[in-house]
């Protein structure tokens, strides 16, 4: 594993490897826009239905979302190690921990699909087959409605970085992986990470008892 | 630091949460951790820190101009609605 080599419009590498990480800030800053207006619409609604959207959290599953906070923060160590690992130009434990952390993204992505199998199970899908009556109906189907949205993208989020992370296994393989390449997928996981720590307490913990 | 992350999340779910600011703030403390810690942007000095906090106030903008109007709807009466 080696470092990148100098590109023209760099004089020095600190100063390229600057560049590389403020860039991919930049994206971030974007990404918390984009997931910053959903977060504001559930703010909205939220105002505006408080009933409902007490209702709609106590219908969510704890443990499941709890046991994704957890699988989330731990590939999220284990991408720290894999960036440590490999600034120290230790190719097969990056390798290791990026495999691990892909794993756990999987995982996640599973036990979200398993909530979202059990919601329409039970009928609070909004659509045909809603099965929820009262006054509250509408109000719970936009609740329905904006988990699935944030959820989803979330989700999507969390598909792409596993699919950075194994790329990043694909280039160690063929040993073209940089260091700088695993620390910014690292920062892109992180992040990702971070949307599902603010995800966790708006849809599973807010409005308990 | 992630088991502290996480045993701060499970502790509070034992306690029975009644307020949504509890919860969020410990989430917000989370995050904190991790962006701070993780992404590093705690060991960077200039120019990271400066988008950091430019992404944060973006936010803030968007959720205090959208508020603005949600909170004082129905203050001044109007013609017709």
Redesign the interface.
Known sequence: MTDLDLQPPFDDHEQQR?AD??GL??F??TE??LF??LF?SW??CR??NPVAFTLGAHQQD?WTG?LC??VL??S??V??FAVHFAEAHRSAATVACLLAAAGLGWLFVGLEGSEWWHRHLVGLIPGPGFAVTGPHRSALALYGMLYLTMTGLHGLHVLIGTGLLLGCVGLARRRRLHPITVTLV??YW??V??VW??L???FY????? | ??LL??TT??S??SL???N?VI??A???A??TL??AV??EVAY?RG??RV??G???F??GV??VL??SD?LTRGWIPSVGK
């Open positions: 600057q990480w403020q800030w930049v971030l800053v918390v826009l910053g207006a504001l703010m909205v105002f505006r704890l709890t906070t957890a923060l731990t999220s160590l991408v720290a690292g920062l992180h992040f990470d971070v720590v603010f966790f307490p708006v913990l807010v409005g308990r008892p | 630091m992630v992350a996480l999340g499970a509070f779910l029975g949460p009644w949504a919860a969020l410990i989430g917000a989370k995050a991790i962006v993780f992404m960077r120019m990271t988008l950091v430019t992404g944060l973006w936010l968007m959720v959208t508020f949600y």
